[in-house]
Structures are given as structure tokens and as C-alpha cells.
């Protein structure tokens, strides 16, 4: 079975998903969408639902998930175990998570998340189109090293 994206439904702005399918039919990809009964999304044909149960949505995305696939997601937790996998794993706002730089990431999650429980507030990113500009690019980029990379087996 060949590479596809999959779409982490709980928090993808439409505009992303427009984004998502723009680049998959250019390069004939399939594209999941994974989701909860709360934030289901019918713009794609394969679409799997999952209950309404903490993390159900995460854990089937992780066992869908296989190495140079390409997941669309804001969950950390999630991001650290599937590029663990090699799956590639960029937020909607267009930044590629990299397993070398994991730690860090989960460290400031850690600290903004005490931030928080002090009492503190943090402002939540306001998706822009200068983010779909920036996901364009991620995406595209990442679709064409798969590409890539099977003309390359292929070659051999």
C-alpha cells in the first residue's frame, strides 16, 4: 500500500483541508481523515470515525500510520510517538515536527502548561493566510520527497 496523509480532524481549519486535497490529487495520494464523533469532517471519501472516548482519534491514527506517511496534526504527544514511526507530522499552522528536536518541544509544552496552571494565560494562534502559505509549502515538500524517493526504488 503506498504513502497517504492523514488528517488529524479535531483541529484542521477548513482552509488546510482545501490545501490537503489540492496537493493529493495533484499527486495521487490518498488522504484519511480520522475522527471523533465530535469534529467529524466530510470533505474527504475515506473517513473513519472513532468514538467519543479520550484519545480514540490519536490511538487509531497511530495504528494507522506507517513510515513516510504524512499525519496533519497540533498534538504533541501524538506528534512524538509517530515521528518515533517516521511518519512525517506537520501542524496546520505549516511547521514540521523533526524527532531530533522532540525534547525541546516537549519541554516547552511542559512549561507553558505549569505557566497555565499558575494562572497565567496564553494566547491561542489565530490560523492565518500567511499559515496556509507556509503549510502549502510543508506539505508539498514532504509529498514530493516521497515522491521522490519511490522513482528512486524504482530507478534501482
Known sequence: MSNKI?????????????????????YNMAVWV?????SIIEDFTNTII????KDAADIRIFNESKNNDIVITKDLRLAVML???????ITPYGFLYRDDKM????????INRKFR????????????????????????KCVLML???KLQQIAI
Not at 6 to 26: W, Y
Not at 83 to 89: A, L, R
Open 6 to 26: 492523514i488528517i488529524d480532524a479535531d483541529a484542521c481549519p477548513k482552509t488546510v483541508r482545501v490545501i490537503i486535497k489540492e496537493i493529493s490529487e495533484q
Open 50 to 53: 472513532v468514538g467519543n472516548e
Open 34 to 38: 480520522i475522527s471523533s464523533f465530535n
Open 147 to 149: 515522491v521522490n524517493s
Open 117 to 140: 496552571e499558575a494562572g497565567g494565560r496564553s494566547k491561542i494562534p489565530i490560523h492565518t493566510i500567511k499559515d496556509d502559505d507556509k503549510f502549502r509549502r510543508v506539505l508539498e
Open 83 to 89: 515521528t518515533v514511526k517516521g511518519v512525517k507530522v
Open 103 to 110: 525534547d525541546m518541544h516537549l519541554e516547552r509544552s511542559y
